[in-house]
C-alpha cells in the first residue's frame, strides 16, 4: 500500500494520464495487476506532508469495485481493540466506519501529514493521561510502533479508527459531564462506542479540523509539556509520616534534602539555592527555603506564609505522576466546557480556587475573590445565565438552612428572630406571618416544621444588598455579604451552596453598564433606597461553576488548588450525583 507503483485493471491509456496528475491511492484491493507504472507525487514546501487537490474534483485511481485492503494491520498485533471495545470481533473497533470513510475519500490516506499526525497524538495523550478511557495509552503506544516502523497504511487504519474511538468518548463524556468527577474509568462496549460516534464524520480530516477539539480557555501545548515533565521525572521519597509537627520559620526540617529537591524539581527554588544548600548537613526554614516554601504555597492557593502545616505537607507530598494525572484530568474537564459566544461577556466560577472571573474577547475583565459551599453542602456544577438582579433583597431561606441552623437556634432562643430581622412564613404559597410565640418550638421537630423563614432586608441580611438570580434546579445563585471578613481567609468554602462574592457591588455596576439600558437607576441610587429592586436583565451574562484543581497560568506555571470535595482521587465517601449534574440551564 503507498506503493507508487500501484496498478489497478483499468485502461491502460486512463491509468498513464492519472498517473501524471494524483498521488497513489492506498486502500484499495485490486483485482488483477497490470504493468506499473511511475506516479507523479505533488510535494508542497514541507517534504513530509502531501498536497492533494480537492477530492471532489479529482477521479479516484481504483476500479468501482475497490475495497480497504487490511492485510497490513491483520498481521500487527493489536491488544488495545480487546479493552476498547472488548466484545468486537475485529482489530478495530469501527471497521465498516472505517471502510466507509475511505470509500468517500477516494481511497486516499487521511493521515499522511505529520503536523496532523502529531497534534492527533497530543490530543489522545490527553486523554489517556486521566486514565479514564482503559485501553488508549495502549492504543497510541500501538501507533507509535507502526509509526516508527513506517507502516504507513496499518498506521492510517488504526489511527481512523481510533479517531472514532476519540469522538466516540468525546460525545460520551459531553453528555455524561459528572463522570469527569467520579474518577472512575469509562469503560464502552462496542455497541455504546458505536451510539455516540454515530454521526461522526472523519472525511475530510484536516489540521484545522481537529485541532476545534482541543480545549478552550488554556494553554493546551505548555499543558501538555508539564504533564510530560511530571510523567518522566524519578518519584520523590516525601510522605506525610516524615512531617510529625508544624514546621515554622527557623525550625530544622526532617528530611530536608528531599524536600529542596522537591522544591527546585518543581520550580520554586533556583539552582544556585539548591546547589549550595545540597552540600548542608541539615536545612532549616530559613532564607531560601523559607522563600521557595512560600512560592509554593503561593502557586497551590495556601496562605502564603512559609509554616509547612497539614495543607501545605499534602501537596507537597503529592507524587509526581499524580499532579500529572490532575493536569490531564482538569485538561478534559476544560473541553467539555460550554463554548461561549466570545461577543459576550461570561463567568467562570472555579469553585476550588474560590476565585469568580468574567472573561469578555477572551480577557479577564474582572475577577473577584468568593466563599463557595462546605464540603458537607457543596456548590452545584452547572451553567446558567444571570437573568435577574435584586438589590436590598428579602432571604428566603432554604430548607437545608432551615432544618439544621434556623429551628435548632430558634429552639434554643427565640429572640433569634427578631436579633436576625427573620419573619415566619405560614407557606411560600401563603405569605402570612405567624407570630413566633404562637409555636411551641419544644415540640418542633425540624424535618415536619410546615413554616418558612424570610429574612427582610438590611445590612444584616444574609445575602448582604445584592443578590443575582439565575434559572437552575438547585437554588443556588450570586449574592453579597455582611460577613465581609470572611474574605481574608485562603481557604474560602464555607458557605451551605450559594457563592458569596466580595466584589458585590462591583459586580452589580457591571452588570447594569453591560445592560447600556438608561431606565436602569444607577445601583448606589437603588441601594440608598432601602427597598428591593428587582432588575430583569434583556443582555444574558453566562456563567459556568466549575471544579479545576490544576493548570498552566499564562506565565507557564502550573497551579495547583486543594481537591476541596474529593472530586480529583477515588474517595471512601461516594460523591453524590446531583451536585455534579454538569447541566446546561441556558440550554435546557
Known amino acids: 500500500m503507498f506503493n507508487p507503483q500501484r496498478v489497478v485493471t483499468q485502461r491502460f491509456s486512463k491509468l498513464l494520464v492519472l498517473s501524471l496528475i494524483l498521488p497513489s491511492s492506498a486502500f484499495a484491493v485490486e483485482p488483477a495487476p497490470i504493468a506499473p507504472h511511475s506516479y507523479v507525487n505533488i510535494t508542497g514546501p514541507d517534504k513530509d506532508s ?17 475495497t480497504v ?24 473497533c469501527f471497521k465498516p466506519q472505517i471502510e466507509q470513510a475511505y470509500t468517500e475519500n477516494k481511497f486516499y490516506p487521511f493521515w499522511q501529514n505529520k503536523a496532523l499526525r502529531d497534534e492527533f497524538e497530543l490530543q489522545l495523550k490527553a486523554v489517556a493521561d486521566t486514565k479514564m478511557l482503559p485501553g488508549l495509552a495502549q492504543r497510541l ?33 459531553a453528555t455524561h459531564r459528572d463522570v469527569l468527577f467520579l474518577s472512575k474509568p469509562i469503560k464502552m462496549s462496542k ?61 530544622t526540617l526532617p528530611n530536608g534534602h528531599e524536600l529542596i529537591k522537591v522544591l527546585y524539581t518543581l520550580g520554586d527554588m533556583d539552582q544556585a539555592d539548591y546547589d549550595r544548600l545540597s552540600v548542608e548537613h541539615n536545612i532549616s526554614n530559613t532564607g531560601a527555603v523559607f522563600e521557595s516554601l512560600k512560592a509554593f504555597q503561593k502557586r497551590h492557593g495556601l496562605a502564603s506564609d512559609g509554616i509547612i502545616g497539614a495543607a501545605t505537607v499534602q501537596q507537597l507530598v503529592m507524587p509526581y505522576a499524580d499532579i500529572a494525572r490532575r493536569l490531564a484530568l482538569n ?9 461561549h459566544n466570545e461577543n459576550r461577556p461570561h463567568i467562570w466560577v472555579n469553585i ?84 413566633p410565640s404562637s409555636i411551641d418550638w419544644a415540640t418542633v421537630n425540624p424535618k415536619t416544621f410546615p413554616h418558612e423563614f424570610q429574612q427582610g ?34 481557604k474560602r468554602d464555607l458557605s451551605s451552596g450559594c457563592v458569596r462574592v466580595e466584589r458585590a457591588y462591583d459586580l452589580a455596576n457591571y452588570v447594569i453598564e453591560y445592560q447600556n439600558r438608561g431606565n436602569i437607576p444607577e445601583f448606589k441610587q437603588m441601594l440608598d433606597a432601602q427597598k428591593q429592586k428587582t432588575v430583569s436583565l434583556s443582555k444574558r451574562i453566562d456563567v459556568d461553576f466549575v471544579y479545576l ?11 495547583m488548588r486543594e481537591d476541596i470535595y474529593g472530586y480529583d482521587s477515588p474517595s471512601a465517601n461516594k460523591i453524590k450525583t446531583k451536585f455534579i449534574t454538569m447541566k446546561d440551564f441556558v440550554k435546557n
Open 549 to 559: 484543581t490544576a493548570w498552566v497560568d499564562h506565565d507557564g506555571k502550573v497551579q
Open 352 to 435: 476550588p480556587n474560590y476565585k469568580l472571573e468574567v472573561f469578555d474577547k477572551g480577557n479577564v475583565v474582572f475577577e473577584s475573590k468568593v466563599i463557595v459551599g462546605r464540603d458537607s453542602r457543596p456548590t452545584n456544577l452547572f451553567s446558567s445565565a444571570i437573568t435577574t438582579m435584586v438589590v436590598n433583597p428579602y432571604w428566603n431561606v432554604p430548607i437545608t438552612i432551615k432544618q439544621h441552623d434556623v429551628i435548632p437556634k430558634v429552639k434554643h432562643n427565640i429572640d433569634y428572630l427578631k436579633q436576625h430581622n427573620m419573619q415566619i412564613l405560614n407557606s411560600w404559597r401563603d405569605r402570612t406571618v405567624i407570630p
Open 69 to 92: 485492503d487490511w492485510s497490513s494491520l491483520n498481521n500487527q498485533t493489536v491488544f488495545s481493540t480487546n479493552t476498547l471495545c472488548a466484545d468486537s470481533v475485529n482489530k478495530v
Open 457 to 490: 432586608p438590611g445590612p444584616r441580611n444574609s445575602l448582604g444588598r445584592v443578590k443575582f438570580l439565575m434559572p437552575n434546579d438547585y437554588a443556588i445563585f450570586l449574592h453579597d455579604t455582611p460577613s465581609r471578613g470572611l474574605f481574608s481567609k485562603t
Open 141 to 173: 503506544s500501538e501507533l507509535n510502533k507502526l509509526e516508527s516502523e513506517h507502516n504507513d497504511q496499518a498506521y492510517d487504519l488504526l489511527a481512523t479508527d481510533t479517531y472514532y474511538v476519540y469522538r466516540a468518548f468525546q460525545n460520551y463524556i
Open 331 to 339: 485538561t478534559l474537564r476544560v473541553a467539555t466546557l460550554n463554548k
Open 191 to 251: 455497541s455504546s462506542m458505536i451510539k455516540y460516534a454515530d454521526g461522526v464524520d472523519a472525511y475530510p480530516m484536516t489540521l484545522a479540523r481537529l485541532e476545534q477539539f482541543r480545549p478552550s480557555y488554556i494553554a493546551f501545548k505548555p499543558t501538555m509539556d508539564a504533564i510530560a515533565k511530571y510523567q518522566n521525572l524519578p518519584a520523590h521519597t516525601l510522605t506525610t509520616s516524615n512531617f510529625k509537627q508544624v514546621y515554622r520559620k527557623g525550625a
Open 50 to 66: 502531501v498536497v492533494f487537490p480537492p477530492v471532489n474534483d479529482r477521479e479516484a485511481p481504483v476500479t468501482s469495485t475497490g
